[in-house]
């Protein structure tokens, strides 16, 4: 008898959140800041996975003769076989003679794996930290302390403590920023777990003998998803913006790869004379945050209008 | 009153023990000897064995946590062997730029940004409010240290109005001190403007719905008076609520900022510390903000009854 009524408490809640989540999809797809901020996004993207066949060239390879070029300048690359091409530095060069260009395209490639990773990292671990305070009552005190704690430690100092307590690389750089994301992720999830609780689909598969995991992962779970989506586009914003400060501060990831906060502080030193090396990739880094930015917007418009009325 | 400020003490308590856990673990994270790490590349093993007994890092792990605590209770974070002071000493030199920048990027914030919320809200649905809706979300994505370089390349560079770089004590020159004040905040205060503008508007919007607005414009007073004396007003709360969020990204604008305007402020002493891995100044600075952080939230939250009577504790 209970397996037979759990299973149409199971049918009929999944049914019922499936076709919401379709129409909800719909509606996010057709929404035209989602399109607007999606494309500009798949513009970046088609940059970061051609970056090698738009032109460019070794982005680390330094050229002492064609050190501090404004953009436009002609510079006279030699090849390995000897022989010498001239090509157009549209960007111009950086202090090492370094073309700005091709170091601003594959630049995206960085940017672009930050914001992808960090919002997977941080969504995952406060998904299940979230899951556990908000279901198991011991459990929330501890977690949500530490939360607290963490919250009150300003988020780029955050990340500036992390990236000193180990010295600085790609691994350490994302895991400091997930860590001031956390917090937020974790609360979220709480919160929708503490209001979905009270459900009485919920209530109905408790007294059906549900066990505590199959009723977090199958029923509690998928009401997360669609404000985890709408807070995962904010991180990746946020995520990208902080990578490029670290970097930018000189304590990100190392000065060898070429990512948008490390061209600009390269460019740092010598700005007054030649501001293209913080223009070109502050433009590409504004606009691809700006697109994540405005297609959050707009998925949190369509999936999750009680978050709405907030920030 | 004093009760809900009371409780609220208490229950800052567990929060501020969090951050002094983890800023205590920090050093004992990092691989090799604490106490070597502190003295620096240049120390000598008797100023090594010196620190190893002045932090008890013999004993066990809990009472090196309780010195740790009573020490910076009473202020005393040891000494920076990379600036050669003690770092309460270091900290005290640093603190009137930021505390400087904060203020003043606040102000121009609260001045530029309850305005455009304001007037957002009131012409809902026009072009006005579109453009303030739209420069806040650019405000949110471009980084401050290129805001900072525009304004820089801009107004100090092209246009030669402003000084570049640099600070001066405010008790030095007053007029030199605000010169150099001026792209600094307005650096910082993009970001602010738009967080401020985006909630002003987004709280106003639901105040001007209500029945008391309406009653408000039936006995003809002007629309000036029921923007700001009754809308504005009634959604102080949540504008509040959001200045305290974000003082958090004030604190870390202030790190970028304080680096890009050459300002010997406690951020850039952060980057430093953290640059020549100077471990009891990165502690205490990163303690420092916290405490600032919760300290002002918590205030904010007892201002609320300032604002709207209604809320009682």
Known sequence: ?311 | MIDFIARRLIAIIPVLAVVAIFVFLMLRLTPGDPAAVIAGDNATSDQIADIRTKLGLDEPIYAQFGIWIGNALQGNFGESFFFKKTVAELIAQRVEPTLALAICTLIIAIVFALPLGVIAAYRHGTWIDRCVMGFSVLGFSVPVFVIGYLLIYLFAIELGWLPVQGYVRIGVNFWGFLERMVLPSFTLGVVFIALIARMTRASVLEVLSEDYIRTARAKGLSNRVVLMRHALRNAAVPILTVIGVGIAGLIGGAVVTESVFGLPGLGRLTVEAVLSRDFPTIQAVILLFSVVYVGINLLIDISYTLFDPRIRY
């Open chain 1, 1 to 311: 008898m209970s397996v037979i009524l759990e299973e149409v408490i199971d049918s009929a809640a999944i049914a019922s959140a499936s076709t919401k989540r379709k129409s909800l999809w719909a509606a996010a797809i057709r929404n035209t800041s989602v399109i607007f901020g999606g494309s500009i996004l798949l513009f970046m993207v088609i940059i970061a996975v051609l970056a090698p066949f738009l032109g460019t060239v070794d982005p680390t390879r330094i050229d002492p003769a064609a050190r501090n070029k404004k953009p436009g300048a002609e510079v006279t690359m030699r090849l390995d076989d000897g022989t010498s091409v001239k090509r157009t530095a549209i960007m111009g060069t950086d202090s090492l003679g370094r073309d700005v260009y091709s170091r601003v395209l594959y630049g995206t490639r960085v940017s672009l794996a930050i914001g992808i990773a960090v919002p997977l990292v941080a969504v995952s671990i406060g998904l299940v930290l979230g899951l556990v305070a908000g279901y198991i009552r011991w459990a929330d005190g501890i977690i949500m302390r530490i939360m607290d704690g963490l919250m009150a430690i300003p988020g780029i100092l955050l990340a500036i403590a992390l990236v000193s307590i180990w010295r600085a690389g790609l691994i350490t750089v994302i895991f400091a920023i997930v860590v001031p994301d956390v917090p937020r992720v974790v609360r979220l999830v709480r919160s929708v777990v503490l209001t979905v609780r009270e459900e009485p689909y919920v209530e109905g598969a408790i007294s059906v003998g549900t066990p505590t995991w199959t009723l977090m992962f199958r029923h509690i779970l998928p009401n997360t998803i669609a404000p985890l989506i709408v807070q995962g586009t904010f991180i990746a914003a946020s995520a990208i913006l902080a990578e490029a400060i670290l970097s930018f501060l000189g304590i990100g990831i190392p000065p060898e790869i070429p990512s948008w906060g490390n061209i600009m502080a390269e460019g740092r030193t010598l700005f007054r004379v030649f501001p293209h090396n913080i223009l070109y990739p502050g433009i590409f880094l504004a606009f691809t945050v700006l697109a994540i930015n405005i297609m959050g917007d707009g998925l949190r418009d369509t999936l999750d209008p009680k978050m709405s009325k907030r920030v």
